[in-house]
């Protein structure tokens, strides 16, 4: 665990996010320093430094102890309600939404805050609790901390009722859909690189073809998905011995152990390399979105295809996530161009990487929903609309035949799939659209003047 936290920025937010035992823990810290500065308070009255203020509880030791007793035990009890709840909506969600969502739920921020602040205040009555005793001048009462825990139950009662309203919104399905879809807005943010010369997959297959030999193999030391690839520290390694390491495998990949994924030249380096690969990537049991844009596309067409089955039959879950993944490839489209060659700084190239190509994630996006939703005139009318939309936004033919093809396959199925001719006709329509914003794009970059 101390290892994966050492490699790169992304890696480092999603194991942090992916839990929930950080921010209670934070909370449960933050609660004994609490503690201890009214307890230092409590001391100083206590010791006749100064006067008790008039908003400080008084009263016996037997009180107090009751009262912060009876605090204890409620707040332990509503952890355990609170605990319920959320193991209840964890089943609903891997039930109905599929099993990859459940860290998207635990990742849940409200979640987290939710039960650190009742276990923070468990603790801070616990330890208030125990101070209560003989001192040098008599009984000894922490009236402070025993207000304070009075002041930390309100809150608890706020936040109960903000976490109720929180999982009751949660577990809604398009507000599901709609944060899958934001984490992967953010995560195409992040990875979708630019078109700067040297990027680009034919450049990549010209060094490596400038390459002698066929190179030396490093074999996957265990079987997982690749999750994460430190390209600096991965470029730092092959400097090093002056070698050019490709990986044939990208994150969101299974790798099958002592199975090639990496091909160094010269093949003399590939030992020293295989011995010092672990410290720059990470294998794990399951995908994340921190280099993976093609997960969160996997998660909303996953929740599509199993409203489309026969035994959800959901169909306008299954055109919501159309809208969502239409919006996601928008984004996607003329500006997918994620760095495939890292060099040093020598400007020396050392890392060749594999990524998803744009034709790949427009396949993802389309082929399993069409094939779920065959037959179903208002799944393919809206994957027709996605299509229109995105046309829009291309920038180069390659990316118009991609998008052609798709709709060109869903109109097909329509003609074969589709009883009704009036249904059979709205397709075509929409086919024709897309046809005609592809056309209408065409002429534009013709007349546009030439730079």
Request: proline letters at 4%; glycine letters at 8%; a neutral charge.
């Amino acid at each position: 665990m101390i290892r994966r936290f050492v490699r790169g920025s992304e890696w480092r937010r999603e194991v942090l996010l992916t839990n929930l035992w950080l921010v209670p823990a934070i909370e449960v810290v933050a609660a004994a320093v609490l503690f201890a500065v009214t307890y230092a308070l409590d001391m100083a009255a206590y010791d006749g430094k100064f006067t008790l203020p008039g908003w400080a509880i008084s009263g016996s030791p037997d009180a107090a102890r009751q009262i912060l007793t009876a605090i204890a035990a409620a707040i332990i009890t509503v952890v355990g309600v609170v605990f319920s709840i959320v193991i209840v909506a964890l089943t609903l969600t891997s039930t109905q939404f599929g099993p990859r969502m459940l860290r998207n739920f635990i990742r849940d921020r409200g979640t987290q805050i939710t039960l650190g602040t009742f276990v923070g205040t468990f603790v801070y009555a616990v330890l208030a609790l125990g101070s209560i005793g003989q001192g040098k001048h008599g009984n000894f009462v922490p009236h402070i901390s025993i207000t304070v825990t009075l002041v930390l139950m309100v809150v608890d009662l706020a936040v109960l009722i903000y976490f109720i309203n929180h999982i009751a919104t949660q577990i809604q399905l398009p507000q599901v859909i709609a944060g899958i879809a934001g984490d992967l807005a953010a995560a195409i943010s992040a990875q979708a690189g630019d078109a700067s010369p040297g990027a680009d997959d034919r450049q990549a297959a010209q060094v490596i073809s400038q390459m002698d030999g066929p190179g030396g193999e490093v074999n996957a030391p265990r079987s997982g998905y690749l999750q994460f690839i430190h390209h600096r520290t991965l470029v730092q390694i092959a400097s090093e011995v002056g070698a050019l390491v490709h990986l044939r495998y990208r994150p969101g990949h299974f790798l099958v152990q002592g199975h090639p994924y990496a091909t160094v030249w010269p093949p003399s380096a590939a030992p020293k390399v295989a011995r010092e690969l672990s410290s720059s990537h990470v294998i794990g049991p399951y995908r994340t979105l921190a280099q993976d844009v093609s997960f969160g596309i996997d998660q909303l067409v996953e929740i599509g295809i199993r409203a489309l089955s026969a035994a959800v039959n959901d169909t306008f879950t299954a055109l919501t996530c159309i809208d969502w993944i239409g919006d996601s490839l928008c984004k996607v489209t003329g500006r997918w161009q994620p760095t495939r060659i890292y060099a040093d700084a020598s400007g020396e190239v050392r890392v060749i990487t594999t990524e998803i190509s744009y034709e790949r994630l427009v396949q993802r996006s389309f082929e399993k929903v069409r094939q779920a939703g065959r037959g179903m005139p208002a799944v393919l009318i809206r994957q027709l609309d996605a299509l229109d939309k995105i046309m829009e936004r291309t920038t180069t033919d390659e990316q118009r035949a991609v998008l052609l093809g798709q709709a060109a396959m869903i109109e097909r199925s329509s003609s074969e799939s589709v009883p009704e001719a009036s249904d059979r006709a709205d397709v075509r329509r929409r086919y024709e659209a897309v046809l005609s914003t592809r056309a209408a794009i065409t002429a534009g970059d013709r007349l546009a003047p030439s730079p």
